[in-house]
């Protein structure tokens, strides 16, 4: 089986900087993707890491290291339209598996 | 371009009820997929469709739900008879073959009373 766990919550001020994490247990591995969702909206896709290392997107930076099982999102110069909620995900066979998800709240 | 279209946006129905939704994906999308969203859970995958063959539909109550992609380009996911563990946003994507980059519609948000 597979599953990807992140923290349920994150919280941080404009212009800050937050990383959320992602943890996964995969019998198999491709890669790690993440997507956005805002509330009552659609998930929306941000990256896809097939390697190791950091792969940056504007104010957006997604990291994989496949030794340690993890990853993360980061998001600089935060704004109030980042909150939203952040899922990783994981192909797995012929077939994409989303995490736990973590809702970022962005305070003024 | 245009997006994953889904209809209904919002529906109601009593348990037992029966209720469909449909789905037009991107065009030249070869892939497809329903997911159900349950408040505050990532995306469950229901089934995936590969043109108009089914690949994986091993989380799909198959005693309950069902769905089809005729000619390989819209697809309808029908759930009979609905029970209250239903209430859902049930969510379209649609992906290019063998890209992971999913694109999803709007959902539609079922509510069984």
């Known amino acids: 089986g597979q599953s990807l766990e992140q923290p349920s919550e994150v919280t941080a001020v404009e212009g800050a900087i937050v990383q959320i994490n992602c943890t996964y247990q995969?019998?198999?591995?491709?890669?790690l993707s993440w997507y956005q969702q805002h509330d009552g909206g659609a998930p929306t896709f941000l990256s896809y890491?097939?390697?190791?290392g950091l792969e940056e997107t504007g104010r957006f930076s997604s990291f994989l290291s496949r030794s340690d099982s993890y990853g993360y999102l980061l998001l600089q110069e935060l704004q109030m339209k980042d909150s939203a909620s952040y899922f990783c995900a994981a192909p797995w066979t012929d077939k994409l598996i989303f995490g736990t998800g973590t809702r970022l709240q962005v305070f003024p | 371009e245009a997006g994953v279209a889904q209809s209904p946006r919002y529906k109601i129905i009593e348990k037992r009820q029966s209720v469909a939704f449909w789905c037009n994906p991107i065009s030249g999308h070869a892939t497809l997929y329903w997911y159900q969203q349950i408040l505050g859970q990532g995306p469950k995958l229901l089934i995936q469709?590969?043109?108009?063959?089914?690949?994986?539909d091993s989380q799909l109550p198959k005693d309950r739900f069902s769905a089809e992609r005729l000619k390989g380009v819209d697809s309808t996911l029908k759930i009979q008879p609905a029970k209250l563990e239903d209430s859902a946003v049930y969510l379209c994507?649609?992906?290019?073959?063998?890209?992971?980059?999913?694109?999803f519609g709007p959902g539609t948000r079922l509510t069984v009373t």
């Open positions: 890491n097939a390697l190791d």
């Open positions: 995969t019998s198999g591995f491709y890669g």
């Open positions: 994507a649609s992906s290019l073959a063998g890209s992971w980059e999913q694109y």
């Open positions: 469709f590969q043109n108009n063959g089914v690949v994986d």
